[in-house]
């Protein structure tokens, strides 16, 4: 079956259904399917990949020379490279995933892409966080506009929290609850910190809307802190890069149940346009290594099952190599999802290289 990145996203919102790839049979869901589905206990933990990954050097036809021919200095070499099936493999910068992998519960979507791309970092992040066609402005994020058709859930700490850098993306827009943070310690004394005003009648809209936002503040912080004080211990070690602390705090808040059914991460270097072959592999590698730990804490705490990962970028990288020994804005894509319910393997279909 091909994927676009609508149908992509589709599914994406019904991450709390079972989860069948490849060969999917739900992949078709209207959005009031998709909103109904939201309100399960599932999680949807968003990994987006800043600046555009290199899509042919990460899920790689090892057996096309066409590959080779596009990539003389950047190629990735065949003993790097974990095969996966249908003369296609894994850069072993990867290799932490290879159990995900090998217990079926992680699926590469291949070729993942919307028609007319644009190639502007700006335009097309927001075209595919918006869930937008490329000649269509929309303001809402599309998991902001599933939250919204569903019923509001009032036991919710939040509807999104965003972890780190990166803006609020798909969950911005409307009356979307969104929770910014770097470290759930801080962000709770920094909301203690803040002083209650009080309400009075003649209130103007603007100030009722800033008191409202305090209200979802404390309270968010409330619930966070006091989930997180009685979560178990998974004893899982998480890598000390930025985005391994990253997958830690979503760990915590998952292992914990704060009530929250999305969680975005960001992990930012990918506008690989110089000095690919040293640069790249070394983000895979952190990308791995803190989504491996992810499903090991994931795992140990029972969690696992209700929690599907999805990275996304705002496009890949063409297929030529340029003379920096990097690569320049593409357009298709791969991306992976990992979680209990999903049905490992390829999916989609592999760009063609001519």
């Not at 109904?36 to 949807?44: N, S, T, V």
């Not at 402005?137 to 965003?162: H, K, N, T, Y």
């Not at 830690?248 to 346009?273: N, R, Y």
């Not at 929690?307 to 804005?329: K, M, P």
Request: hydrophobic content about 40%.
């Amino acid at each position: 079956m091909e994927f676009d990145r609508r149908s992509f996203l589709k599914l994406g919102g019904a991450a709390c259904l079972p989860l069948m790839f490849p060969g999917v049979r739900t992949w078709a869901l209207d959005e009031q399917t998709a909103s109904r589905a939201a309100l399960g206990d599932r999680i949807l933990i968003l990994v987006e990949l800043q600046g555009g990954n290199d899509g042919l050097n990460t899920v790689i036809p090892y057996r096309d020379e066409r590959y080779k021919e596009l990539r003389p200095k950047i190629a990735v070499p065949d003993s790097k490279i974990i095969a996966l099936g249908n003369h296609l493999g894994m850069n072993d910068a990867l290799s932490p995933l290879a159990d995900a992998w090998e217990a079926g519960e992680a699926s590469w979507i291949l070729g993942l892409g919307y028609p007319q791309p644009n190639r502007s970092h700006f335009r097309s992040i927001e075209i595919w966080e918006t869930g937008s066609d490329s000649d269509e402005e929309l303001r809402d994020g599309w998991l902001s506009r599933l939250i919204q058709g569903a019923a509001r859930d009032p036991g919710r700490a939040a509807d999104g929290i965003v972890l780190g850098g990166g803006d609020a993306g798909p969950f911005y827009g409307g009356s979307t609850r969104v929770i910014h943070l770097d470290d759930p310690v801080s962000f709770a004394r920094q909301a203690r910190a803040v002083p209650d005003i009080a309400r009075g009648e003649d209130a103007r809209k603007a100030l009722r809307h800033l008191l409202d936002v305090q209200k979802d503040v404390k309270r968010a912080a409330q619930v966070i802190e006091e989930k997180r004080a009685g979560a178990p211990k998974h004893g899982v070690k998480f890598p000390t890069t930025r985005f391994g602390k990253r997958c830690e705090i979503a760990a915590s808040l998952v292992t914990a149940a704060v009530p929250c059914p999305l969680i975005k991460l960001s992990h930012g270097g990918f506008d690989t346009h110089t000095d690919q072959p040293r640069r790249h592999p070394r983000l895979l590698a952190e990308l791995a290594a803190g989504l491996a730990a992810l499903r090991k804490a994931l795992m140990a705490s029972g969690d696992w099952d209700r929690v599907l990962i999805s990275t996304y970028s705002e496009f890949g990288r063409r297929a030529r190599e340029n003379g920096n020994q990097g690569t320049d804005h593409g357009t298709a894509a791969p991306h992976l999802w990992m979680g209990g319910q999903v049905k490992g393997g390829l999916a989609g279909a592999q760009p063609d290289l001519g």
